[in-house]
């Protein structure tokens, strides 16, 4: 009964390639984030859906699109994949009443070769 | 704009010292949240507690204790007798409710507790 899941965990493919990553929540929030976190540990965030409405889209390359078919998942596709994608990708949940206590999946270790 | 410095990037201690990690923040809003993460050597980001801008009291949970401060925009976090299973990375960060629910980040602070 894991809060938020990602798969797969750990995903190594060759440059040029198309990936998805896949987050589902149970905790029945309503928003949902993708934050990446590069080499150096460091964390931003990428997407927001809210109720399955993109509420926050940062600088990021159109190569990335989120896709939520619903507001328990939250999906990250990838298009033609270049070596500096290489990084672990959180997925996240929370209610927007507050971030009572905001929810992330275990990260999936993306690495591009 | 808003920002969280953790302006130690590493810390070692040795089994039984206390430390504390501090978090300074940066925002022109009056209501906020702050919030540490820790994220050990297995990668998950694990929530440990959250603040809100309104509540200045400070919080103790076991071992942890937290420290807010709103005159010195600081947020600091401090674990009496460290063990070496607290070795990992703490993550500083800040909500405020105008900005669509992003969280900024500190750059985050390796604690190494050495046995």
């Known amino acids: 009964d894991t809060a938020v899941s990602q798969t797969p965990k750990y995903l190594v493919t060759q440059m040029g390639n198309d990936k998805s990553i896949k987050c589902e929540q149970n905790l029945g929030h309503d928003t949902m984030y993708w934050y990446k976190q590069d080499s150096k540990k460091f964390l931003k965030i990428m997407f927001s859906?809210?109720?399955?409405?993109?509420?926050i889209n940062e600088t990021v390359p159109n190569r990335f699109s989120p896709k939520s078919p619903d507001k328990a998942h939250l999906n990250l596709h990838i298009n033609s994949l270049e070596l500096g994608d290489s990084a672990v990708y959180f997925c996240a949940s929370s209610l927007t009443t507050g971030w009572l206590s905001a929810f992330f999946g275990q990260g999936t270790r993306l690495t591009v070769v | 704009a808003q920002k969280v410095t953790q302006a130690q990037t590493e810390i070692s201690v040795v089994e039984k010292e206390d430390v504390t990690l501090d978090c300074v923040y940066e925002?022109?809003?009056?209501?906020?949240?702050l919030f540490w993460y820790k994220q050990p050597p297995s990668g998950e980001l694990v929530f440990l507690i959250r603040r809100n801008s309104f509540d200045e009291q400070n919080e103790i949970s076991g071992r942890y204790s937290w420290n807010f401060q709103k005159s010195t925009s600081s947020f600091n976090f401090t674990i009496t007798a460290s063990q070496v299973v607290d070795s990992a990375v703490y993550f500083c960060a800040l909500l405020k409710k105008t900005s669509g629910s992003r969280l900024t980040f500190g750059e985050g602070t390796q604690l190494t507790v050495n046995p």
């Open positions: 859906y809210n109720n399955k409405e993109l509420i």
């Open positions: 925002t022109r809003d009056t209501t906020y949240y």
